[in-house]
């Protein structure tokens, strides 16, 4: 990540210093910070804008976005809004209530095959669902959400196992090893009746919690926040949901 900002730096300095926005003697001011929220890393570029300068702020913005796809460290949908003042602001977490985001750039997605069939952790399923009393078709629609029923899964920002577990999170639930089919399913439902007692059964909160964090539901006084990646995981658990409580099988 600090190279990621190094090279922000850097790429500001080769702006003309006679742009408006951008010298050294305007009241215009670039500012550029890391935030840590629910795990996750948040990057935001803050810059002033007047009509003299649009034209430049866009090839930054281009530039900017290029550099986002080729650092690893860079992970996320990143979106844009501008705010009342003009101020636009880019952010691989949109956080803020009420605001508009954009999506300017798409993280790419890693496809993840299925290793072995449902029945290999049937067991393990049921066990853990009848230890903490969670509905088994839920476990195996988390499951077929997050990992596809590849225990060895590895997401974009570290999550591991089959339900996915941040190391944080993993170290919480005091499993020590995600990619252990049993301890990983164990861990897994375990946090799912956390959630379920949090927010009282609601199941669309509960799942949206799982994917963003208890804190942002909270954050956004109980509801499904506002990103379109939680919201599509929680229409996709909750169809699959569906079909493993009706009984059909999910090749």
């Known amino acids: 990540m600090n190279r990621f900002v190094s090279r922000v730096q850097m790429l500001i300095s080769f702006l003309p210093s006679a742009s408006p926005a951008f010298s050294e003697n305007s009241s215009d001011q670039t500012e550029i910070y890391r935030l840590k929220k629910e795990g996750k890393e948040e990057i935001r570029e803050h810059f002033l804008t007047d009509e003299k300068s649009h034209m430049l702020v866009f090839?930054?913005?281009?530039?900017?976005?290029?550099?986002?796809?080729a650092f690893s460290d860079c992970r996320g949908d990143i979106y844009k809004y501008v705010d009342a003042e003009g101020v636009i602001h880019i952010t691989n977490v949109p956080t803020e209530a009420n605001v508009s985001y954009v999506l300017v750039m798409k993280e790419k997605r890693v496809i993840i095959e299925l290793k072995g069939p449902i029945t290999d952790y049937e067991d393990l399923i049921v066990k853990a669902?009848?230890?903490?009393?969670?509905?088994?078709?839920?476990?195996?629609?988390?499951?077929?959400?997050?990992?596809?029923?590849?225990?060895?899964a590895v997401s974009p920002v570290g999550a591991r196992g089959l339900m996915q577990l941040m190391p944080a999170t993993a170290a919480t639930l005091q499993v020590e090893d995600s990619f252990h089919p049993e301890s990983n399913i164990d861990g897994g439902v375990r946090y799912l009746r956390y959630l379920m007692n949090l927010f009282s059964g609601n199941l669309p909160l509960v799942l949206a919690a799982y994917n963003a964090g208890e804190n942002t539901v909270l954050r956004y006084n109980n509801r499904i926040p506002p990103y379109q990646e939680t919201r599509t995981y929680v229409r996709r658990v909750l169809d699959y949901y569906d079909k493993y409580s009706s009984a059909k099988r999910i090749p």
């Open 59 to 69: 090839f930054f913005l281009v530039l900017l976005t290029s550099m986002f796809s």
């Open 129 to 152: 669902s009848e230890r903490y009393r969670v509905d088994p078709a839920l476990v195996k629609a988390v499951i077929k959400a997050e990992s596809n029923f590849n225990h060895r």
